[in-house]
């Protein structure tokens, strides 16, 4: 059983969204977590049932649970907050597949580098005025020029968790 999802415009639920991020540290002994505070996005569902969006991420607003530590990510040994204050996310394409399957296919932008990045993530549900997506990916930094390093404890891929509902935009 397939889901269709309205046609239209659908702009982002800040208050029922949450991009999360993960990254093993110290050699893969301890996670680090955070979530990011402000997230903005918008997205239109064509008549084809294909869509396209943009969310986008305020740097600032990721919070570890550790200051001294959330400082240390705004640098410029990392995301570069004052350089580059927004993180954002292009889906060109995606498409509801195998039933609540969604193949995203986007640019991913940080610290100014733009990447493809093409993930499955899932319609969680969908009526006349909502829709919830969630996605779960994994984003190497290194291929955005995020190489800090200190003593190798900083390797390895970081993981992306999504949960986004858009609501329907006003005409």
Do not use: C, Y
């Not at 982002?12 to 955070?34: E, I, M, P, Q, Y």
């Not at 394409?93 to 986007?106: M, T």
């Not at 829709?131 to 390797?155: H, I, K, P, S």
């Amino acid at each position: 059983m397939s889901v269709a999802v309205e046609t239209g415009l659908w702009q982002l639920d800040t208050t029922a969204s949450t991009v999360a991020v993960r990254h093993k540290t110290f050699w893969g002994l301890v996670t680090v977590k955070g979530a990011f505070g402000t997230v903005s996005g918008r997205g239109e569902v064509r008549p084809d049932g294909t869509a396209t969006g943009t969310l986008t991420l305020d740097v600032a607003s990721l919070d570890t649970k550790n200051a001294k530590r959330d400082t240390h990510l705004r640098s410029a040994d990392f995301f570069d907050a004052d350089s580059h204050p927004e993180i954002t996310f292009v889906a060109r394409e995606a498409q509801l597949r195998d039933g609540d399957k969604v193949h995203v296919n986007g640019q991913l932008t940080v610290l100014g580098v733009s990447r493809p990045l093409t993930f499955v993530g899932r319609l969680l549900g969908a009526d006349a005025e909502q829709v919830t997506l969630d996605a779960e990916f994994t984003v190497d930094r290194d291929e955005f020029g995020m190489t800090w390093n200190q003593l190798r404890m900083m390797g390895g891929l970081t993981t992306v968790a999504t949960t986004l509902r858009f609501t329907r935009a006003a005409a």
